[in-house]
């Protein structure tokens, strides 16, 4: 498979402004993610990793630098976002849910059904399709945020800690559903996390980024053979070797960013 680049971001900064007060958020960026890459971004938090999510998704503006994202298809939405929570459109059912972005676009409504269907299936949503947000669990609602990031077809899709919520075995599992669907489809995509673990499961690629203002200051090359596993990533030693290595890592830029809070006030 050709590896070309989907995302480039140059120099990349964001200054936020509030009354007399200043927060860069992130500094100087500079980022090449292949087609069909799953990237995970992990920093402590307050590092900039849901600003510079916004960027890619247009809902923030860049201070200073610039990024493309590489279209294949001008029929096809650049991206799809996918939220911890506020991901589905409470007065829609499951199915107008998922249907939503490819009615936005107008295409026929054999398509539509198709495309909805398959992803639902895909899932296991088929049996709920007429359900409404209420009445369904947090894990459901975060499959219909999924099925309708992947049946909007996009070039790249953007994942903002989309298990965060749940627990631990929904968690896993809907893990590897995700990891299913994305083996079929090869989509790009930058996936924020706050767990090793999850980034190892998921990522090719993890970028370890720094205390406010936040950097990448490292990129790490995840080498488990897919399709992979919770229990992989738990039993092979290189991972293990691996995690250490990111919580060391981690644990120095959390303690910054805590000593840069204590100073500031
Ligand atoms: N609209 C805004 N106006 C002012 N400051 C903002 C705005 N959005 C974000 N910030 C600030 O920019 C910094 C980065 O925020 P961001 O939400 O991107 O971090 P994050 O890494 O995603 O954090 P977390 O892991 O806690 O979700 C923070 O200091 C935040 O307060």
Not at 193 to 205: P, R, Y
Request: with cysteine; hydrophobic share 35%; charged share 30%.
């Amino acid at each position: 498979m050709e590896h070309s680049s989907k995302i480039t971001i140059r120099n990349l900064t964001k200054v936020f402004y509030k009354k007399n007060e200043s927060v860069t958020a992130l500094t100087d960026i500079s980022l090449d993610i292949a087609d069909g890459e799953f990237v995970c971004l992990l920093g402590p938090s307050g590092c900039g990793k849901t600003t510079l999510l916004r960027i890619l998704a247009d809902l923030e503006k860049p201070s200073t630098g610039e990024f493309t994202i590489h279209q294949s298809d001008k029929g096809k939405p650049l991206q799809s976002m996918v939220f911890q929570e506020r991901g589905v459109i409470p007065w829609q059912t499951v199915e107008e849910n998922v249907a939503f972005g490819l009615k936005m676009r107008h295409l026929p409504k054999k398509i539509i059904k198709e495309k909805t269907d398959y992803y639902l299936e895909k899932v296991g949503l088929k049996k709920y399709a007429g359900l409404y947000p209420k009445e369904l669990s947090g894990g459901m609602k975060q499959r219909v945020s999924i099925a309708r990031a992947f049946a909007n077809d996009p070039e790249i899709l953007l994942m903002d800690e989309p298990f965060a919520a749940l627990d631990e075995q929904n968690k896993f599992i809907l893990q590897e559903e995700l990891l299913n669907i994305w083996e079929e489809t090869k989509k790009t995509v930058l996936f924020i996390t706050h767990s090793i673990d999850e980034a190892l499961l998921l990522g090719d690629k993890v970028l370890l980024m720094s205390s406010q203002p936040g950097r990448i200051l490292k990129e790490k090359t995840i080498d488990l053979p897919r399709p992979r596993k919770i229990e992989d990533v738990r039993s092979d030693p290189q991972m293990a070797e691996q995690f250490v290595d990111i919580w060391q890592h981690l644990q120095t830029e959390v303690q910054n960013s805590r000593r840069a809070k204590e100073q500031k006030g």
